[in-house]
């Protein structure tokens, strides 16, 4: 489902991004975006738990995750509840995107959900129990508006599984993880302009008054 493009991608320059290498062939990319006006960390951390529902955009009731990002996302799916039901701490979540609406920039991924509160969500993939690659999206209020920083960790910490990440350095190239920050850059900035309209139409407002009397 192709989606139109309704409001302004955040362009690269409204975040701060840092790359650092590790030994054993581990990286790390670090996004500080510019802070979402008018988003609380409550409605972020509702963003990621209903993120499998539906909502109205340009006319039409589609996929919230594809209206997220309509170039580069391709699907979402909830792969495994979490234990208590959801798309909550537990979970799992295949996701499915093509970065720069690239081919060869495409992933599908299932990753385990072993955080999701108001102070942010992690998603991670495992090798025996070890971490390889970790995803975290943290959260911080400020006056009216929420901090938001995005760390990717691509890698194991043990050289005993330094080819593991020699695998990873193939399947995620620089050229795709550049893509990627974009991509990241994108579709956060668009949460200030997507969760609002989640927000229930206010019954205070003059216009509701009117309409009552």
Excluded: C
Aim: proline fraction near 8%.
């Amino acid at each position: 489902m192709a989606l139109p493009v309704l409001f302004p991608f955040r362009s690269r320059d409204t975040a701060r991004v840092s790359h650092r290498r590790f030994p054993h062939g581990r990286r790390r990319v670090t996004i500080d975006h510019e802070p979402l006006a008018g988003v609380t960390p409550s409605e972020l951390m509702d963003w990621f738990g209903s993120i499998g529902q539906t909502m109205e955009y340009g006319g039409e009731v589609v996929p919230r995750y594809l209206a997220w990002h309509p170039l580069d996302h391709v699907r979402w799916e909830l792969a495994r509840p979490a234990p208590g039901g959801g798309a909550a701490e537990g979970a799992r979540f295949r996701i499915v995107e093509q970065f720069a609406g690239r081919p060869d920039h495409r992933i599908d991924v299932v990753d385990r959900v072993e955080k999701l509160d108001e102070t942010g969500i992690r998603l991670v993939q495992r090798v025996a129990g070890i971490v390889v690659l970790q995803l975290e999206h943290t959260w911080s209020a400020g006056r009216d508006r929420t901090h938001y920083v995005s760390v990717l960790d691509l890698g194991a910490r043990s050289p005993w599984l330094s080819g593991v990440n020699r695998l990873l350095q193939r399947r995620f190239p620089d050229p795709m993880v550049d893509a990627w920050i974009t991509h990241n850059i994108e579709e956060v900035g668009l949460l200030e302009h997507l969760i609002p309209r989640l927000r229930p139409a206010r019954t205070d407002s003059p216009s509701a008054a009117r309409q009552a009397g």
